[in-house]
């Protein structure tokens, strides 16, 4: 589900502005792409069209971990592990969270084409899930048209408190398919989180292995973006683009874990509030039904004017997520997501692959 490094210290951003002076980007091409995705399909009851809605879910680290395959009156989603991310996700909680992501998204959609939507986990093993198109009544819903607004902000927000009815609307959204969240807007409950986010990213920005494998996602640049559809384009999170080769070497030398936690210390304070997911069993229906109900909730947060970000740190490195544990006072469930919300603006969208890619 992931999915939200900003990396480059002031003195980075202005090494970088006097490096690529002169180089630009034509960011047409990109905005056009992401239009594209957005428009429905000329036959927009079609399973292709469905799918689309789909791949629009929240995923860690935008590497669209699923494939679809049409199957006699259901579409089938399934695991795609070639598209893993062992070091920040090495049990595969987040991909098959995200799974449930894509389940929510295509759920919704089929109850808008009057198809049933039911969701059926048919294989416990690999996690096959299936999507049951029969017919239904048509359900067009605010969640429905809320799909392609939805995104991750990974920037700093105003700082507004959100009115007591939009907080009871959340809190309905996120309590769904078995998962318990805790929405938190007290002060000192959120520093406290925001520690065990601090010491966690400073754990993960030490380790070689998982920098490495945060800079394979990363695109630099708006055709770097275009060329693999996929991945953490650096503009959706307010930093500069530039080509591959420098953005790899500044990444290098100026992703630092202070400038980070600072970042992340302001993001969080600018924030109306946190949410905590945790599902009632850990395993992967319950990482699957706690994706579920974080789409729901992020759909629900899009409808009401809110953005989003994850800050998991909290809860992929095992030893924040059991002092976040022990916080909340949940026992031994294990908390699945950290979210914080808020109002802040309208950043550039990440792109999808198209529909073609990932049926199967």
């Given at each position: 589900m992931p999915t939200r490094r900003e990396f480059l210290t002031k003195s980075g951003v202005v090494m970088a502005s006097a490096a690529v002076a002169g180089c630009s980007y034509d960011q047409s091409a990109y905005v056009e792409a992401v239009t594209d995705q957005m428009r429905p399909l000329p036959d927009s009851a079609t399973v292709r069209d469905l799918v689309?809605?789909?791949?629009?879910?929240?995923?860690?680290?935008?590497?669209?971990?699923?494939k679809f395959r049409a199957n006699e009156g259901a579409v089938q989603i399934a695991p795609d592990l070639t598209r893993r991310t062992p070091v920040v996700d090495p049990d595969d909680h987040h991909l098959i969270a995200s799974l449930g992501c894509a389940a929510e998204n295509?759920?919704?959609?089929?109850?808008a084409r009057g198809r049933s939507g039911?969701?059926?986990?048919?294989?416990?093993?690999?996690?096959?899930?299936?999507?049951?198109?029969?017919?239904?009544?048509?359900?067009?819903?605010?969640?429905?048209?809320?799909?392609?607004?939805?995104?991750?902000?990974?920037?700093k927000y105003d700082g507004r408190p959100a009115p007591t009815e939009v907080l009871l609307r959340l809190d309905a959204a996120?309590?769904?398919?078995?998962?318990?969240?805790?929405?938190?807007?007290?002060?000192?409950?959120?520093?406290?989180?925001?520690?065990?986010?601090?010491?966690?990213?400073?754990?993960?920005?030490?380790?070689?292995?998982?920098?490495?494998?945060?800079?394979d996602w990363i695109r630099f640049n708006a055709d770097a973006a275009l060329a693999s559809r996929d991945g953490l384009y650096t503009a959706t999170s307010a930093n500069p683009t530039m080509p591959s080769w420098l953005g790899k070497r500044l990444?290098?030398?100026?992703?630092?874990?202070?400038?980070?936690?600072?970042?992340y210390a302001e993001q969080i304070r600018s924030s109306a509030g946190v949410a905590v997911f945790t599902a009632k069993t850990n395993d992967k229906e319950g990482w699957f039904?706690?994706?579920r109900a974080f789409q729901h909730f992020a759909l629900q947060a899009t409808v009401d004017g809110l953005k989003l970000a994850f800050v998991n740190q909290a809860v992929e490195v095992a030893e924040m997520r059991r002092k976040l544990q022990t916080l909340l006072g949940i026992d031994e469930r294990r908390p699945n997501f950290v979210v914080r919300f808020g109002y802040g603006p309208i950043m550039p969208r990440s792109l999808r692959r198209p529909v073609a890619d990932v049926m199967v």
């Open positions: 689309r809605y789909a791949t629009l879910a929240a995923n860690g680290h935008n590497t669209q971990p699923w295509l759920r919704l959609a089929a109850r039911e969701i059926r986990i048919t294989d416990t093993s690999d996690f096959l899930v299936d999507v049951e198109l029969g017919p239904a009544p048509v359900e067009e819903t605010p969640l429905f048209r809320a799909i392609p607004d939805r995104q991750c902000t990974r920037v996120a309590n769904s398919y078995g998962v318990e969240t805790r929405m938190i807007t007290e002060k000192s409950t959120i520093e406290a989180i925001l520690s065990l986010v601090v010491d966690g990213n400073t754990r993960q920005l030490t380790n070689v292995a998982f920098v490495t494998e945060l800079k990444f290098d030398l100026f992703l630092s874990p202070q400038s980070e936690n600072d970042k039904n706690a994706g």
